[in-house]
Structure formats: C-alpha cells, structure tokens
C-alpha cells in the first residue's frame, strides 16, 4: 500500500480519467458487428462515479481526450495516421463518452502519451498536484503511457485495477499481459477504487470531526 501517497491532502491529489471517448467505449461504433468495448464503457462509468465522489472530497479531477489533428503531428508521426482515424478532430468518435463532473478539467492530447501534452504537465504545476490516480483506456498504450510517465516523473499514484480496462478481445492477451506486467513489478500501486474512496472518507470524517 503506497502510504506516502494516502498521506497527501487531497487537494493536491488529480484523478485522471484517460480517453474515455466515443471511439473507445461507444457500443455505437461496432455498427452491426459485435460489440467489443464493453469492458470500457462500464469502466468509464465506474471511473466517473468515483472522479465525482474524489470531487466532493476535495480531489482535482482531470480527463484527456485524444484528438488526431494531422496538422498537429510531425511529419513522421503523420506518415503512420490517417485523416479519418480514430477520434479524429470533429467526429463524433472524438467526443467524451461520459460527462465531466462538475469543477473538473478536460485537456485535449495530440498522441497516445499524456505527458508529451504540455497543457496536462502545466494543469498540474498550476494545481501543484504531486498525487495521480490513474484511470482509463487504452491498457496497451494510453494508460500505460500515462503509468511510465509518472513514475518517471516522482509522481506518487495509484492505479484501481476496475478502473482501467481495454477492447474486449484483448482481455486474455494484450490487456492481460500490461495487468500482468503492473502486477509483478508495481503491485503495490495497484488499489481498488472502493479502498481509495474509503481511506478517503475515513480522512474526511477525521477532519470534520477536529473542525
């Protein structure tokens, strides 16, 4: 259990909530077909019940959103992109799948890696937040993007093993094998998000009653 990190006060606590968009977690965007991001959309509810109760806690809450802006990108990022990928700038697919909780903070990306975004590293400088509860989508990339960084960084964080989640199909490889990969080397980060929210209220209710 990351104690350094429950010592933190809240408000210098963000819980980020990675790409839960439409291209994502929509069950609208399998057409006819089978429908498999199932494991998302459910995890994007469960991600925004809980960014609401941090709110009310005294948490900062933030949301990326991945926007493929080709105009954005250099010239050798653009040559592995097209214009009509996914959560491309203006599309449906682009938009939030779930509604920011009120207060909270949305940041657009260009890549995968929320850390290459200088507005998301300057919203935490600007709230002084030294705590991330990571939450989100893609395990393969934007989630575990977002996991090396802040460890590169110093960041204390966590990671509620509910709150991420990737395309169905990959639940018994891809996704398995990151699950797998935070289990044996950063088993201690990872805190289910009822524990979090209880430590939390537990804090809370210390610091109403000395009040």
């Not at 459910?42 to 809980?50: I, Q, S």
């Not at 990928?85 to 449906?92: F, R, V």
């Not at 290459?116 to 934007?142: H, M, P, R, Y």
């Amino acid at each position: 259990m990351p104690e350094s990190f429950f010592a933190l006060p809240l408000n210098r606590v963000a819980v980020v909530l990675i790409d839960f968009q439409n291209d994502f977690c929509s069950p609208e965007v399998s057409g006819d077909g089978p429908v498999t991001n199932t494991n998302n959309a459910a995890a994007a509810l469960r991600a925004n019940a809980f960014a609401q109760e941090a709110a009310s806690l005294g948490a900062r809450v933030v949301y990326t959103q991945q926007v493929l802006d080709l105009e954005r990108l250099t010239e050798r990022q653009r040559r592995w992109e097209r214009a009509d990928g996914l959560c491309a700038a203006g599309s449906w697919g682009a938009e939030l799948f779930i509604p920011p909780v009120a207060g909270s903070e949305v940041i657009v990306k260009d890549r995968f890696d929320s850390w290459q975004s200088a507005a998301f590293e300057e919203f935490l400088t600007a709230e002084d937040i030294d705590g991330l509860v990571i939450c989100g989508v893609e395990l393969v990339c934007c989630v575990l993007y977002a996991i090396l960084g802040a460890s590169e960084r110093g960041y204390h964080y966590v990671v509620p093993p509910d709150l991420v989640s990737g395309q169905d199909f990959g639940d018994e490889t891809d996704n398995r094998a990151v699950r797998d990969y935070l289990r044996f080397n950063r088993p201690d980060r990872l805190v289910p998000s009822a524990e979090i929210l209880a430590r939390w209220r537990v804090r809370s209710r210390s610091s109403s009653s000395r009040g």
